[in-house]
């Protein structure tokens, strides 16, 4: 079976294969995944993708990136282009990149049909009074005192908005519904609004824009989407969405809506993430412990995680929190089978191995990939210099310490047992260098007449390559911060989400990091072969964090853009165990 074949059925899914069997649409199904370019991709966003290019591949159908971009004042093209980037690192290809913006000539004449059909209307209520107007759920809505002005008046009105003859807010343009609708969306929807604001993509040439309502189901509609797919909030905007598309008699899309995906730990709307960039709280959208899809592929996270994660959430109706753990444990579970073994001191502390010759440099084998036998194995250096991490030493052990302890033994990884014979400190009483001695009847063999248990991970001093290690955490230290509407969701960041060190490295991990880099600045490219089907084989760019390692004992990390030959950054993307289970 491969990776992809465990397709977990979802209920979207299930009411596609319904409408192939009943011939709807010759069976056709045409998707589309529609963001606002006002911010980076989130991993909410990359549920939506999963399912919209996900239905689309399963059913040789197409899947549209679609640009919902009708708030000039909050998109930019920078957006545009991480959102396409993010999509295609996910590894989904688009039929068609289109943009709502595209579509607002065709909108605008279709607003002057609904006014010369009576449907619409020109309203001069400003926004607080077309709320009043409008009622609550208990309390029906009144008309609009400009409800029944005459097409002909409406349709000039309309004609001088699109001008440019009123202020912004003067006026806006309503359909004509139900002001008594139980439901609050039929109360007579605005359909444009006047904004002189520059378009990222229409510049100046409109100075009034349509409405999300307005604008959604007839660009599905334009497309002729045949499941449009949306996240719960807009259930109550359906009749609105089948309002327009049968008053117009254009390609009857039907709108289907799921549970969004929640994660604790973290904030996922834009405006928020927005709020953490702009002020500095974070690098930068990328930054590594930002929820978006760009930081975690900076974070070394592989695009196989988010689909097998996707997966594993299925497709619901139900508005639950998802464990940040579950999608951890799915990017631990993807790079163990993947990742090279490579061995990095995160905290170095000098071993001298006081019977090895000074100068004799040996070169020990050391298997790549126990999980992968394709992965082969490397060379080691090894010398009378190592460096181990402080934490794999202890002066006076508990019984139950298997690593170095004083006048103990114990293994170095794929090499030999040494023992701790003196131990030399500072001042302060911190070891600072180990006096040991090298059995060497024990590569690989067993010690004779004695067991020796603990193996630890090392590095030849003479050989190590330093890199700075960033050590990423959980950028918030409670499960929901932003749920207590009283306090900033900012109060609950981790103070400890980042920590920045200097490790020692193993030199294949120096050499392997050299040749990424090179890569990722040659605009090389990787086969899309994570989880794809081989009918669409698009190549994407290599990022330096498609170079993903396990430091031995440690955990996962990758490669950062910020680093060059001369100085190397390495990111963790999670650490080998779960260390939050344990704080709850
Ligand atoms: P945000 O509140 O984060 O800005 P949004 O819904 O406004 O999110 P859009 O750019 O409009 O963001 O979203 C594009 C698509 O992704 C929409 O179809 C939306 O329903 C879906 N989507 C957004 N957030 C999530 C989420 N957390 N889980 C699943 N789908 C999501
Ligand atoms: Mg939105």
């Not at 992968?372 to 019984?399: C, H, N, V, W």
Request: net charge negative.
């Amino acid at each position: 079976m491969s990776e992809t074949d465990t397709q977990t059925s979802n209920f979207i899914r299930d009411i596609v294969i319904a409408d192939r069997e009943a011939g709807l649409h010759d069976g056709r199904v045409q998707t589309r995944f529609p963001p606002e370019p006002n911010g980076y991709l989130h991993i909410g966003h990359s549920k939506s993708i999963c399912l919209n290019f996900g239905l689309a591949e399963e059913f040789g159908g197409k899947c549209n990136l679609r640009f919902d971009d009708t708030n000039p004042e909050k998109e930019e093209t920078e957006y545009v282009e991480s959102i396409k980037a993010d999509v295609r690192w996910l590894g989904f290809t688009w039929a068609r990149e289109c943009y709502a913006s595209d579509y607002f000539q065709q909108l605008y004449d279709w607003a002057e049909k609904l006014i010369e059909e009576d449907k619409a209307y020109v309203c001069d209520l400003n926004a607080e009074q077309t709320r009043e107007y409008r009622g609550t759920l208990t309390e029906p809505g009144k008309p609009s005192p400009f409800r029944d002005r005459s097409v002909k008046e409406n349709l000039e009105l309309f004609r001088a908005m699109r001008a440019g003859e009123f202020e912004d807010g003067a006026r806006t343009l309503r359909a004509k519904i139900d002001m008594a609708s139980p439901n609050l969306n039929l109360r007579d929807p605005v359909l444009y609004r006047i904004k002189r604001a520059t378009h990222h993509r229409t510049g100046d040439a409109w100075p009034i824009y349509p409405s999300y309502d307005y604008t959604h189901g007839q660009s599905d509609s334009l497309e002729n989407i045949t499941h449009s797919i949306c996240t719960l909030e807009f259930e109550t905007h359906k009749p609105l969405y089948n309002w327009f598309i049968s008053e117009l008699g254009i390609f009857p899309s039907k709108q289907y809506e799921f549970a969004r995906l929640n994660l604790n730990y973290t904030v996922m709307s834009k405006r928020k993430l927005l709020h953490l960039v702009k002020e500095g709280h974070v690098s930068g959208w990328d930054d590594p412990r930002m929820p978006t899809i760009s930081g975690a592929r900076r974070r070394g996270v592989p695009p196989l995680a988010f689909r097998r994660f996707c997966e594993t959430i299925g497709v619901t109706k139900f508005n639950g929190m998802t464990d940040i753990a579950l999608f951890e444990h799915t990017m631990r579970d993807v790079l163990n089978s993947r990742s090279p073994r490579r061995m990095a001191v995160l905290n170095p502390l000098k071993v001298t191995l006081t019977n090895y010759p000074e100068g004799k440099v040996e070169v020990v084998d050391a298997i790549n990939n126990p999980e992968d036998e394709s992965a082969g194995s490397r060379r080691i250096p090894f010398g009378r210099t190592l460096y181990i991490d402080q934490d794999d030493f202890m002066e006076d052990a508990p019984k139950k310490f298997f690593r170095l302890k004083l006048g103990g033994e114990v293994r170095l990884r794929n090499a030999y047992v040494i023992k701790c014979e003196e131990v030399i400190k500072d001042e302060s009483g911190t070891p600072i260098e180990l006096k040991c001695t090298v059995d060497f009847d024990t590569l690989g063999a067993n010690p004779v007449g004695r067991k020796v248990k603990g193996v630890i991970h090392w590095v030849s001093a003479a050989h190590a390559v330093k890199a700075e290690v960033r050590l990423y955490d959980r950028l918030f230290s409670v499960e929901k911060p932003d749920a207590d509407k009283e306090r900033n969701f900012l109060e609950f960041l981790n103070p400890e989400s980042l920590q920045v060190i200097e490790g020692m490295l193993e030199p294949e991990l120096g050499k392997d990091a050299v040749t990424a880099l090179e890569k990722a600045a040659s605009g090389g490219q990787v086969p899309l072969r994570e989880g794809q089907h081989p009918h669409d084989g698009p190549m994407r760019p290599f990022y330096a964090s498609d170079l993903q390692v396990q430091f031995e004992r440690v955990g996962y990390f990758c490669l950062d853009p910020d680093s060059t030959p001369q100085k190397l950054v390495f990111n963790r993307t999670v650490a080998l165990k779960d260390s939050w289970a344990k704080r709850k």
